[in-house]
């Protein structure tokens, strides 16, 4: 418990203490000049943990400079990946297939301008690897606003767009961004020359219908070169955060969904608490200079990063969930009494000062201090910046249809009764995450209204050990995914969520093949990892092997897959019980053990 007591204190400073922050370290990195490389993503690890070698990479500054990249590429047969400036999605989607090492990464970081902005169109045309904080910026400046985004503003348009990232509505067109592309410029490769170049620039209008596969492309259709949006004149945004016990709360969903404009929910479910964003739209001449700066993406300092982890992963040895739970709840009480991060602004000493926060659209709807801050040699960061020690963690994240949120609830509620201490550890990051996203007209797009839950946490640094109440969160990543149909967020996500999901997009995924095929008829875009989502070349995501259901690689189906020699051994689900999970479990062997040592 004094371990717990320190980490309560370490992690009340990292709210307090000034902090300048370092930008990411690059995720490409090269031995000699741009050859021989390493691809990575910014955690520092794929799912699978392995090495993503390239044999170059190149740096375009222009749509031109792109076409003759594409197009040497192409006439070598050489494989190929657009890789983002901090490149935050979780599966391998940046390394590039063919020969390990053999590859090329063309990196969009240099491909950052502002095109063209046309104020009374509402319309902004960019390079696709600007960030979402300068996408904002530059609309900002021009008085437009564009109308959804990620939470996180450290991705870039190309990035979220190929992954099909969102913010929280089901107003309108939605929260997802892709809804909002009425053009976009591609280079694709070509198998015969073209003005002298195996590569071509396609352009795709509104009404084009092989825009529904290029604006969610899992980037193996070519490279985004250029991205036109259609945006909102600027407008204000107020928010407000709630907190209620949550009996019944998932009845409650739809419905606050379809009264509250950019809504969320958070739920706490060891806790028993749910806290509602009440998030509203409001003119532009509303008062009113809020801000957000999510307590979780300010830079951090290194000590802090550092304890933290070491006090969690003593934690997990010591299978101390008490504690944790105890961590948890403080942590929630002191980021509800912070605001979450929101900033007033309004001429006081401290940061927040109460309900409801009112600040323009573009300075409400993202956050990400921890990218832009000044360096300072790496003694504040993100907190999973992999360069510190620091948090490591799973994701899994699903969306569920409206239609079967509250089954699916109800169900996470059964499990937690059972032992109302195994979901403590999420509550460290953010409990269950849920958001809104309309179905979607994009090819790789959400089939359904649905919910968006995200989950996340702890993973060791250890890949053959075993996490406290392992079991707990594989039944209900199982559940969600197979139970109630739910579709994985491609830019997150163990292997195992893309099980089955080519057949879970039906006709809609037969589209997108085919759309992939017409524009890169060689696969030079295509990858392992992609033809295994996408269902092609006979590839699959899960990875079968000792250990391989403890990292998500795969379901368990016999007790090597887990830790035997742990006491983790596979069993049934104990609410859906055609889940298969890494339950710890006191053997026949071990209990005789222990009882001759009794005795």
Excluded at 274 to 297: C, M, Q, S
Aim: net charge negative; hydrophobic share 35%; charged share 20%.
């Amino acid at each position: 418990m004094a371990a717990f007591l320190a980490l309560l204190t370490l992690s009340l400073s990292l709210f307090q203490l000034p902090s300048r922050g370092s930008p990411p370290g690059p995720v490409i990195n090269c031995t000699s000049g741009h050859i021989n490389c390493t691809v990575t993503n910014a955690y520092g690890a794929f799912p699978d943990r392995s090495t993503c070698l390239v044999a170059a990479v190149t740096y375009p500054t222009n749509e031109q400079e792109l076409l003759l990249a594409v197009s040497n590429a192409s006439f070598a047969k050489q494989h190929m990946k657009a890789v983002s400036t901090y490149a935050h999605s979780i599966p391998k989607l940046s390394c590039p297939g063919g020969p390990s090492g053999a590859g090329l990464a063309i990196s969009t970081e240099r491909l950052n301008k502002s095109v063209h902005v046309d104020p009374a169109g509402s319309r902004m045309t960019v390079e696709a690897g600007i960030t979402l904080r300068a996408l904002l910026d530059v609309a900002a400046a021009n008085g437009l606003a564009v109308p959804h985004s990620p939470y996180w503003e450290g991705v870039t348009l190309g990035g979220l767009l190929g992954t099909g990232s969102h913010g929280s509505s089901v107003f309108g067109k939605g929260s997802a961004v892709h809804e909002y592309v009425v053009g976009m410029r591609l280079v694709v490769p070509s198998p015969v020359q073209i003005n002298g170049l195996y590569a071509r620039v396609v352009s795709l209008g509104e009404d084009d219908p092989d825009l529904l596969a290029a604006k969610v492309s899992l980037g193996v259709l070519g490279v985004v070169s250029q991205v036109t949006l259609q945006l909102e004149p600027m407008f204000k945004r107020s928010v407000t955060n709630r907190v209620q016990r949550d009996e019944a709360f998932e009845q409650t969903i739809a419905s606050f969904a379809s009264t509250t404009q950019y809504g969320d929910i958070t739920w706490y479910p060891s806790q028993a608490i749910v806290i509602y964003r009440d998030d509203v739209k409001l003119p532009i001449n509303t008062a009113g200079k809020g801000e957000n700066d999510f307590l979780g993406f300010r830079p951090q300092p290194r000590l802090v990063i550092k304890s933290t982890r070491a006090l969690e992963e003593l934690a997990e040895a010591r299978e101390d969930a008490n504690g944790r739970c105890l961590l948890a709840k403080t942590q929630v009480i002191s980021l509800l009494l912070l605001g979450m991060g929101l900033e007033n602004n309004d001429g006081s000493i401290v940061d927040f000062t109460g309900y409801p926060v009112i600040g323009n659209q573009s300075d409400m709807q993202s956050s990400g201090s921890c990218l832009r801050s000044p360096k300072d040699s790496v003694q504040t960061a993100c907190g999973w910046d992999p360069r510190i020690p620091g948090i490591f963690y799973h994701q899994t994240t699903v969306s569920i249809p409206f239609t079967s949120i509250a089954s699916f609830i109800a169900d996470v509620k059964k499990l937690r009764d059972a032992n109302p201490e195994a979901l403590c550890g999420t509550e460290l990051y953010l409990g269950f995450l849920m958001r809104f996203v309309r179905n979607s007209t994009a090819y790789l797009g959400k089939i359904e209204d649905s919910v968006d839950i995200d989950i996340t946490y702890y993973r060791s640094r250890d890949p053959e050990q075993p996490r406290l109440f392992e079991d707990v969160l594989e039944e209900i990543e199982q559940m969600a995914l197979f139970k109630y149909n739910g579709l994985p967020h491609w830019g997150k996500n163990r292997n195992i969520g893309f099980l089955k999901v080519r057949e879970k997009l039906g006709v809609k995924g037969d589209k997108f093949v085919s759309v992939m095929e017409k524009y890169d008829q060689e696969g030079l875009f295509s990858s392992d990892w992609t033809d295994a989502v996408l269902g092609l070349r006979g590839k699959e995501p899960a990875i079968s092997g000792k250990g391989c259901a403890l990292e998500g690689l795969c379901i368990c189906s016999v007790d090597d897959h887990c830790a035997p020699e742990k006491g983790y051994h596979c069993r049934p689900g104990l609410v859906y019980e055609e889940a298969r999970v890494c339950r710890k479990v006191q053997t026949a062997e071990a209990q005789e053990k222990r009882n001759d040592f009794c005795s």
